[in-house]
T-cell receptor, first 116, second 114 residues
Framework: NAGVTQTPKFQVLKTGQSMTLQCAQDMNHNSMYWYRQDPGMGLRLIYYSASEGTTDKGEVPNGYNVSRLNKREFSLRLESAAPSQTSVYFC???????????????FGPGTRLTVL | AQSVTQLDSQVPVFEEAPVELRCNYSSSVSVYLFWYVQYPNQGLQLLLKYLSGSTLVKGINGFEAEFNKSQTSFHLRKPSVHISDTAEYFCAVSDGGNNRKLIWGLGTSLAVNP
């Protein structure tokens, strides 16, 4: 099993450009998450999805959109990138749909995004 | 609202020495507690978690943590660290409701020196 995979690993954008970060998991998990990690601020949840066809906002959703394409894939889109979105982005998944607050989350290797 | 405080942002330690990484949380309800580790340039992985039962929880790589409800703490310990334990360690908490969101601490950077 590859676990959670993310593409790309690195990306540099100019302000105003758009891009989609891809995430896939092969563990048949129901829940998937997008986080950003910034120095001094820890991990912050952007969006999550409890199952196919459902998505919910996290702490910092502004400037982002997500799509839960199917059970395996959960993409994060930046429509008009801003320097404040320079960060490391992590995708994660967990098994349960209900009571997921007890679940282990499995993380991908991250995408390092720089917006100039 | 729940919060998690990791009391040390950086912990330097010599190889084979014991280490304790401190985590306090604030919550008025029952909680579930987690420690995750992030090795350089990698994603996070679970070290251990407390859901219920014994307050001493054993995890991977020789780490353990003790849940102390009266002190609202969940400190992580290892009796003898290795160079390979150099990493960022994150404490996280979720409540006993149906809220699937974890509240994360800011992390503690453990540097193990030879």
């Amino acid at each position: 099993n590859a676990g959670v995979t993310q593409t790309p690993k690195f990306q540099v954008l100019k302000t105003g450009q758009s891009m989609t970060l891809q995430c896939a998991q092969d563990m048949n998990h129901n829940s998937m998450y997008w986080y950003r990690q910034d120095p001094g601020m820890g991990l912050r949840l952007i969006y999550y999805s409890a199952s196919e066809g459902t998505t919910d906002k996290g702490e910092v959703p502004n400037g982002y959109n997500v799509s839960r394409l199917n059970k395996r894939e959960f993409s994060l889109r930046l429509e008009s990138a801003a320097p404040s979105q320079t960060s490391v982005y992590f995708c994660a998944s967990s098994k349960q749909r209900r009571q997921a607050n007890t679940d282990t989350q499995y993380f991908g290797p991250g995408t390092r995004l720089t917006v100039l | 609202a729940q919060s998690v405080t990791q009391l040390d942002s950086q912990v330097p330690v010599f190889e084979e020495a014991p280490v304790e990484l401190r985590c306090n949380y604030s919550s008025s309800v029952s909680v579930y507690l987690f420690w995750y580790v992030q090795y350089p340039n990698q994603g996070l992985q679970l070290l251990l978690k407390y859901l219920s039962g014994s307050t001493l929880v054993k995890g991977i790589n020789g780490f353990e943590a003790e849940f102390n409800k009266s002190q609202t703490s969940f400190h992580l310990r290892k009796p003898s660290v290795h160079i390979s334990d150099t990493a960022e360690y994150f404490c996280a908490v979720s409540d006993g409701g149906n809220n699937r969101k974890l509240i994360w601490g800011l992390g503690t950077s453990l540097a193990v020196n030879p």
